[in-house]
């Protein structure tokens, strides 16, 4: 048994026999590469079959790039300015290289070539010594008198660190960082923390201080430790450097003619050096070149000949026996082949036989290979925390034998009792995002420069709400596989055990307490509430605190786990230029055309169906666009996993994200805005911004892209950002702009600092799957209860009055129907009225109100446009009764598109439909008021309509002596009920959502509201559904048809004049519903 790994300690020794076995699918048999070989096998986390393959892919390195590396004359001469030298070995052994940072100067013009000495240089000092078989160096870093600016090429050293990882992996063992500046240390510290650990692990920082006590002396002997650190080593000269630059130039010749020349690896050879030193380098001739190549087998392949290599072997020995049908297709093979020498083309036969066998294999793995990726990735984000094990008998070391079950009982019911609040917190966090974004979206229509003020905005909180669903999806997840939730985790698996379990019982007992605090107080149902809401409002607190401790890293994680949450960051590889390693090349390309058609189909279909929403202005197209842009966002999302580039991913995301948005921005847009001056700009520039963002989507599908093509991109849409959050300040409001600030400055600081993963697939389905609901549910209820419209006409001729009812028919009338004014007007008069004025021909209009109001002196007056700026049209309908001494005002909206901007009033209740039933009355208004914090920032256009409706209001009093009563049905409705309250107008509404929750937008209270407003509703409206009213407020009809039919004003009306009306005014859609009695 070999003794070279014992020199790595036991726990290499332990994993000896993954060694043995990369050894033998290698078919290495010396020993003395050992500790070589178990840098890779660490480094890919003791995978054999990984391991294997990036030894290949070093193998390759060495063939493909330094043995055609040319030795140019910068390269000769940095070797000799004092840069880097080797001044010895450490106490371990490990050859120590000396770097003093501040001899060397940043040239973007010579990385490529300081990236070539620096490999030189690694693999001399990791060479293969007689007396010594690690494999391993030290980098002893001197950044005294170092300029970050002048000096520091961080850009290179990340570069480098990349490249260690993918192609030196522990071969630098440490890495002494002496001297760093204070701002130089505050850039590279977490710089450093972000690489791949097989380099960050490595790094020890030493201040002054440190060199000043003798720390250095701890590993490096004073004899070797440079006289500038405190040793006695005077190395720092020119003699010293020189001899250095021989020594590097005279290896890299060595190992170049054994590579190209001798068809050696770099470890062969040194072997080679070791057992003979000056070893000539040896000629071949083709001959036995050819054999060489022969020799060479790929992975996986066997020593037995291939089925098509008999063939071949018999074509040579029976040359003139071909027989006339041998296949075209070998006849140009045979023809290909002659030419060459025999071992040759058996190599050639054999690798195109190999492949075509592998790439069959290939096919019918890649089906399921995105699926594996995202279930792989899964598990191991959850496998890596600690186990919480409820049945670990340690729990129960103080609980009596007969108290055990019980208490394990009790153990299990916490557990539940927590996920279900985490369920719910997810759902708040859900309801809190997908609101905040869906508000900026509609926003995006107020102005025609607000699609600029706001876009850095629906960006940063798309951000932010996959970040924090994220969050709550794997805390959940956790919870239910029973592990230790984080970042309880980082405290170490008893000691977060401990924690967690605290945690949840104190949740439990606080639920307790206000359950048995709300029974003394109120009902057994809104205890349960509060009990409920209690609970999830701590386990948001809870996962807000995590999101806080996360992000500023505050409990330590030890050093296993801090290895395994590492990851690269976007910003390393774009904003500091460094190239990316792409060590599963092969199976990129193998998906790529996989990937590219599934993220292709759900873009095209948005476009399409985008497109066919426009010419036609269908709701059906309307709601399918929605979709199919979530679908988008999300397949791609989804898809990308697969892709090795990290860059290229996150890229690729977020590019199709925004773009699918913008997409979706202008189908809305060129379907219902009125296209001046300024509305061209901003659609066309749009365009043009999302034209930019397929391109770069398009541009991250190349397998390597030209990395200064993508960085400018990208810091022009960085640019693009920060000059939209300045512009939000000018253009949309003060408060905004902070809010977008704010949120620019988190997430750039998450992007750089923040080293767990912020987001998972679960998190960004729940996230844009609410946003796909809550949206549609703005654009289906905007466009239900846009505009009552109709074109033929809905009234018959009249009839004699039917005369007064008796007493048992007036008990089965709706309470309503005794509605009168002081001069006699009823709930039937007042819905007529709201439903003729919908009449989109002069002659219905003339029809339906000659036979409904015909025999009476109620006159129509005019149509006054209240408000018909930014391409809204608001306008009241004024209907006159001298005789009953009343004006009615009838509100309508004139646009579709304008309503659905309206449902911003409601969109933080809509949002909170799903815990609707989980909060109690009053707490569920304060909740749907935090919501709408960005309503409320906001100028949206319905505050503007409420002030002129108001404003009409108070002139129409101060001119008339009639009594007032204004009407709307829809979403006019609700904001004639804004307007009324504040105009102290009584209001009536017909089908509109309730105000209870919106009353925040005004400085009025409740009991205001029930003096001035109206609403009558059927039961199966769905404005009424997903709204509160008060029900002291409401009267509710009964409706057994669609909610289509049932919100309608045909409905509702015809409903009155059924149940309600005695003068002989009858309606078209009475006869139906009568007749559907009569069955």
Same mark, same amino acid.
């Given at each position: 048994?070999?003794?070279?790994?014992?020199?790595?300690?036991?726990?290499?020794?332990?994993?000896?026999?993954?060694?043995?076995?990369?050894?033998?699918?290698?078919?290495?048999?010396?020993?003395?590469?050992?500790?070589?070989?178990?840098?890779?096998?660490?480094?890919?986390?003791?995978?054999?079959?990984? #391991?294997?393959?990036?030894?290949?892919?070093?193998?390759?390195?060495?063939?493909?790039?330094?043995?055609?590396?040319?030795?140019?004359?910068?390269?000769? #001469?940095?070797? @000799?300015?004092?840069?880097?030298?080797?001044?010895?070995?450490?106490?371990?052994?490990?050859?120590?290289?000396?770097?003093?940072?501040?001899?060397?100067?940043?040239?973007?013009?010579?990385?490529?070539?300081?990236?070539?000495?620096?490999?030189?240089?690694?693999?001399?000092?990791?060479?293969?010594?007689?007396?010594?078989?690690?494999?391993?160096?030290? =980098?002893?870093?001197?950044?005294?008198?170092?300029?970050?600016?002048?000096?520091?090429?961080?850009?290179?050293?990340?570069?480098?660190?990349?490249?260690?990882?993918?192609?030196?992996?522990?071969?630098?063992?440490?890495?002494?960082?002496?001297?760093?500046?204070?701002?130089?240390?505050?850039?590279?510290?977490?710089?450093?923390?972000?690489?791949?650990?097989?380099?960050?692990?490595?790094?020890?920082?030493?201040?002054?201080?440190?060199?000043?006590?003798?720390?250095?002396?701890?590993?490096?002997?004073?004899?070797?430790?440079?006289?500038?650190?405190?040793?006695?080593?005077?190395?720092?000269?020119?003699?010293?450097?020189?001899?250095?630059?021989?020594?590097?130039?005279?290896? %890299?010749?060595?190992?170049?003619?054994? &590579?190209?020349?001798?068809?050696?690896?770099?470890?062969?050879?040194?072997?080679?050096?070791?057992?003979?030193?000056?070893?000539?380098?040896?000629?071949?001739?083709?001959?036995?070149?050819?054999?060489?190549?022969?020799?060479?087998?790929?992975?996986?392949?066997?020593?037995?000949?291939?089925?098509?290599?008999?063939?071949?072997?018999?074509?040579?020995?029976?040359?003139?026996?071909?027989?006339?049908?041998?296949?075209?297709?070998?006849?140009?093979?045979?023809?290909?082949?002659?030419?060459?020498?025999?071992?040759?083309?058996?190599?050639?036969?054999?690798?195109?036989?190999?492949?075509?066998?592998?790439?069959?294999?290939?096919?019918?793995?890649?089906?399921?290979?995105?699926?594996?990726?995202?279930?792989?990735?899964?598990?191991?984000?959850?496998?890596?925390?600690?186990?919480?094990?409820?049945?670990?008998?340690?729990?129960?070391?103080?609980?009596?034998?007969?108290?055990?079950?019980?208490?394990?009982?009790?153990?299990?019911?916490?557990?539940?009792?927590?996920?279900?609040?985490?369920?719910?917190?997810?759902?708040?966090?859900?309801?809190?995002?997908?609101?905040?974004?869906?508000?900026?979206?509609?926003?995006?229509?107020?102005?025609?420069?607000?699609?600029?003020?706001?876009?850095?905005?629906?960006?940063?909180?798309?951000?932010?709400?996959?970040?924090?669903?994220?969050?709550?999806?794997?805390?959940?997840?956790?919870?239910?596989?029973?592990?230790?939730?984080?970042?309880?985790?980082?405290?170490?698996?008893?000691?977060?055990?401990?924690?967690?379990?605290? =945690?949840?019982?104190?949740?439990?007992?606080?639920?307790?307490?206000?359950?048995?605090?709300?029974? #003394?107080?109120?009902?057994?149902?809104?205890?349960?509430?509060?009990?409920?809401?209690?609970?999830?409002?701590?386990?948001?607190?809870?996962?807000?605190?995590?999101?806080?401790?996360?992000?500023?890293?505050?409990?330590?994680?030890?050093?296993?786990?801090?290895?395994?949450?590492?990851?690269?960051?976007?910003?390393?590889?774009?904003?500091?230029?460094?190239?990316?390693?792409?060590?599963?090349?092969?199976?990129?390309?193998?998906?790529?055309?996989?990937?590219?058609?599934?993220?292709?189909?759900?873009?095209?279909?948005?476009?399409?169906?985008?497109?066919?929403?426009?010419?036609?202005?269908? &709701?059906?197209?309307?709601?399918? #666009?929605?979709?199919?842009?979530?679908?988008?966002?999300?397949?791609?999302?989804?898809?990308?996993?697969?892709?090795?580039?990290?860059?290229?991913?996150?890229?690729?995301?977020?590019?199709?994200?925004?773009?699918?948005?913008?997409?979706?921005?202008?189908?809305?847009?060129?379907?219902?805005?009125? %296209?001046?001056?300024?509305?061209?700009?901003?659609?066309?520039?749009?365009?043009?911004?999302?034209?930019?963002?397929?391109?770069?989507?398009?541009?991250?599908?190349?397998?390597?892209?030209?990395?200064?093509?993508?960085?400018?991109?990208?810091?022009?849409?960085?640019?693009?950002? &920060?000059?939209?959050?300045?512009?939000?300040?000018?253009?949309?409001?003060?408060?905004?702009?902070?809010?977008?600030?704010?949120?620019?400055?988190?997430?750039?600081?998450?992007?750089?600092?923040?080293?767990?993963?912020?987001?998972?697939?679960?998190?960004?389905?729940?996230? %844009?799957?609410?946003?796909?609901?809550?949206?549609?549910?703005?654009?289906?209820?905007?466009?239900?209860?846009?505009?009552?419209?109709?074109?033929?006409?809905?009234?018959?001729?009249?009839?004699?009055?039917?005369?007064?009812?008796?007493?048992?028919?007036?008990?089965?009338?709706?309470?309503?129907?005794?509605?009168?004014?002081?001069?006699?007007?009823?709930?039937?008069?007042?819905?007529?009225?709201?439903?003729?004025?919908?009449?989109?021909?002069?002659?219905?209009?003339?029809?339906?109100?000659?036979?409904?109001?015909?025999?009476?002196?109620?006159?129509?007056?005019?149509?006054?446009?209240?408000?018909?700026?930014?391409?809204?049209?608001?306008?009241?309908?004024?209907?006159?009764?001298?005789?009953?001494?009343?004006?009615?005002?009838?509100?309508?909206?004139?646009?579709?598109?304008?309503?659905?901007?309206?449902?911003?009033?409601?969109?933080?209740?809509?949002?909170?439909?799903?815990?609707?039933?989980?909060?109690?009355?009053?707490?569920?208004?304060?909740?749907?008021?935090?919501?709408?914090?960005?309503?409320?920032?906001?100028?949206?256009?319905?505050?503007?309509?409420?002030?002129?409706?108001?404003?009409?209001?108070?002139?129409?009093?101060?001119?008339?002596?009639?009594?007032?009563?204004?009407?709307?049905?829809?979403?006019?409705?609700?904001?004639?009920?804004?307007?009324?309250?504040?105009?102290?107008?009584?209001?009536?509404?017909?089908?509109?959502?309730?105000?209870?929750?919106?009353?925040?937008?005004?400085?009025?209270?409740?009991?205001?509201?029930?003096?001035?407003?109206?609403?009558?509703?059927?039961?199966?409206?769905?404005?009424?559904?997903?709204?509160?009213?008060?029900?002291?407020?409401?009267?509710? &009809?009964?409706?057994?048809?669609?909610?289509?039919?049932?919100?309608?004003?045909?409905?509702?009306?015809?409903?009155?004049?059924?149940?309600?009306?005695?003068?002989? @005014?009858?309606?078209?859609?009475?006869?139906?519903?009568?007749?559907?009695?009569?069955?």
């Amino acid at each position: 048994m070999s003794s070279f790994l014992q020199e790595l300690g036991p726990v290499a020794v332990s994993h000896r026999q993954e060694l043995e076995e990369v050894k033998r699918e290698l078919d290495i048999k010396r020993d003395e590469l050992d500790c070589w070989i178990y840098g890779f096998l660490e480094n890919k986390k003791f995978d054999v079959k990984e #391991t294997v393959a990036k030894l290949q892919r070093r193998f390759a390195m060495e063939v493909n790039e330094m043995a055609k590396y040319e030795f140019t004359e910068y390269m000769r #001469t940095s070797l @000799r300015l004092g840069i880097i030298q080797v001044i010895g070995e450490d106490k371990c052994g490990r050859t120590i290289f000396y770097v003093t940072v501040n001899r060397d100067k940043k040239a973007a013009s010579h990385r490529d070539g300081k990236k070539h000495t620096f490999d030189l240089m690694v693999s001399y000092g990791t060479r293969l010594r007689a007396d010594n078989k690690r494999c391993q160096m030290v =980098l002893l870093v001197n950044y005294e008198d170092a300029s970050m600016w002048s000096n520091v090429d961080m850009s290179l050293q990340a570069d480098v660190a990349l490249r260690i990882s993918k192609f030196f992996p522990g071969c630098i063992s440490k890495v002494y960082i002496c001297n760093m500046g204070r701002m130089l240390c505050s850039v590279a510290k977490p710089l450093f923390s972000q690489l791949p650990s097989a380099f960050s692990d490595s790094i020890m920082f030493f201040s002054k201080s440190d060199r000043a006590s003798g720390r250095l002396l701890e590993f490096i002997d004073e004899s070797v430790l440079p006289v500038q650190l405190g040793g006695t080593n005077d190395c720092d000269n020119q003699e010293h450097w020189d001899r250095h630059g021989d020594i590097i130039e005279d290896y %890299y010749h060595g190992m170049k003619a054994a &590579i190209s020349e001798r068809g050696l690896t770099v470890k062969e050879w040194e072997l080679q050096c070791i057992e003979q030193p000056n070893v000539p380098v040896r000629h071949p001739s083709l001959a036995s070149e050819t054999e060489s190549m022969v020799s060479l087998l790929t992975f996986g392949s066997s020593l037995t000949a291939t089925p098509v290599e008999g063939n071949l072997n018999g074509m040579w020995r029976h040359d003139n026996d071909i027989s006339p049908p041998l296949e075209e297709e070998e006849n140009e093979w045979c023809l290909l082949m002659k030419p060459l020498p025999n071992n040759l083309s058996l190599f050639f036969l054999e690798e195109l036989y190999r492949w075509r066998v592998a790439v069959s294999a290939e096919e019918g793995e890649m089906r399921c290979a995105l699926m594996d990726d995202y279930a792989a990735a899964w598990k191991r984000e959850f496998d890596e925390l600690p186990m919480l094990d409820l049945s670990n008998k340690k729990w129960y070391r103080f609980i009596p034998e007969s108290l055990r079950e019980l208490y394990h009982g009790v153990l299990i019911v916490v557990n539940v009792a927590s996920s279900l609040s985490f369920l719910v917190a997810l759902l708040f966090f859900m309801a809190l995002t997908s609101s905040a974004a869906v508000t900026v979206f509609l926003a995006f229509f107020i102005e025609w420069n607000y699609v600029y003020a706001l876009f850095a905005t629906l960006i940063l909180v798309t951000f932010q709400g996959t970040a924090l669903c994220s969050r709550a999806v794997t805390v959940l997840v956790v919870i239910m596989k029973h592990k230790v939730v984080p970042p309880l985790d980082m405290l170490g698996k008893t000691r977060g055990s401990v924690a967690q379990l605290i =945690l949840f019982c104190s949740m439990i007992f606080l639920q307790m307490f206000s359950f048995g605090y709300s029974m #003394t107080h109120s009902s057994l149902l809104r205890s349960i509430q509060v009990t409920f809401a209690t609970g999830w409002l701590f386990a948001v607190a809870f996962l807000a605190l995590c999101h806080i401790v996360l992000f500023f890293d505050w409990i330590p994680m030890g050093e296993q786990r801090r290895k395994k949450n590492q990851g690269s960051m976007l910003a390393l590889y774009l904003l500091l230029d460094v190239q990316e390693s792409e060590e599963k090349t092969e199976a990129v390309l193998t998906r790529r055309l996989s990937t590219t058609i599934a993220c292709a189909v759900p873009i095209t279909l948005d476009f399409l169906l985008g497109i066919a929403f426009i010419i036609s202005g269908m &709701i059906p197209f309307a709601v399918a #666009t929605c979709i199919a842009t979530v679908a988008a966002i999300l397949t791609i999302d989804y898809c990308s996993l697969g892709r090795s580039s990290m860059s290229s991913r996150s890229v690729l995301r977020s590019t199709v994200a925004f773009a699918c948005m913008l997409w979706l921005y202008l189908c809305f847009s060129f379907r219902f805005l009125q %296209y001046d001056g300024p509305w061209i700009v901003s659609v066309c520039t749009v365009a043009a911004v999302n034209v930019v963002f397929i391109s770069l989507a398009v541009f991250c599908l190349r397998k390597r892209s030209a990395k200064k093509t993508l960085r400018g991109l990208l810091f022009l849409f960085v640019i693009l950002l &920060i000059t939209s959050c300045t512009a939000s300040f000018f253009l949309v409001g003060s408060t905004v702009g902070v809010i977008s600030l704010v949120l620019l400055i988190h997430s750039g600081m998450g992007i750089f600092c923040v080293r767990r993963r912020s987001r998972n697939i679960g998190g960004t389905f729940i996230f %844009y799957g609410a946003l796909a609901m809550l949206a549609l549910s703005c654009v289906l209820l905007g466009w239900l209860g846009a505009k009552w419209q109709y074109w033929v006409p809905h009234s018959l001729p009249p009839v004699n009055a039917s005369g007064p009812r008796d007493p048992l028919e007036e008990y089965h009338q709706y309470p309503i129907c005794t509605l009168r004014t002081a001069g006699g007007f009823g709930i039937v008069d007042f819905a007529l009225l709201t439903e003729v004025s919908g009449a989109s021909k002069e002659n219905v209009f003339h029809e339906d109100f000659d036979n409904w109001f015909g025999s009476t002196d109620v006159v129509y007056n005019n149509t006054v446009k209240v408000y018909g700026e930014r391409n809204e049209q608001w306008s009241i309908s004024r209907f006159d009764s001298l005789a009953r001494n009343v004006t009615v005002l009838t509100l309508q909206n004139g646009r579709v598109y304008s309503s659905i901007i309206t449902m911003t009033v409601w969109i933080g209740y809509i949002a909170l439909a799903p815990l609707q039933i989980l909060l109690p009355n009053n707490w569920l208004k304060q909740v749907a008021f935090l919501l709408s914090f960005l309503t409320r920032a906001i100028d949206f256009t319905w505050y503007d309509v409420k002030d002129e409706v108001v404003r009409y209001l108070t002139e129409m009093k101060n001119t008339t002596s009639n009594e007032i009563v204004l009407t709307a049905w829809g979403i006019a409705g609700g904001i004639a009920s804004l307007a009324g309250v504040e105009s102290h107008t009584q209001t009536i509404t017909f089908g509109s959502p309730g105000l209870m929750d919106a009353l925040h937008y005004t400085n009025y209270t409740e009991g205001e509201y029930h003096k001035y407003v109206l609403a009558v509703v059927s039961e199966l409206d769905v404005l009424n559904a997903v709204t509160r009213y008060d029900p002291t407020t409401y009267q509710r &009809i009964q409706c057994s048809a669609g909610s289509n039919t049932c919100g309608s004003m045909n409905y509702i009306s015809s409903e009155l004049v059924r149940v309600c009306d005695t003068t002989g @005014r009858r309606h078209v859609g009475q006869q139906v519903e009568e007749s559907v009695h009569e069955m």
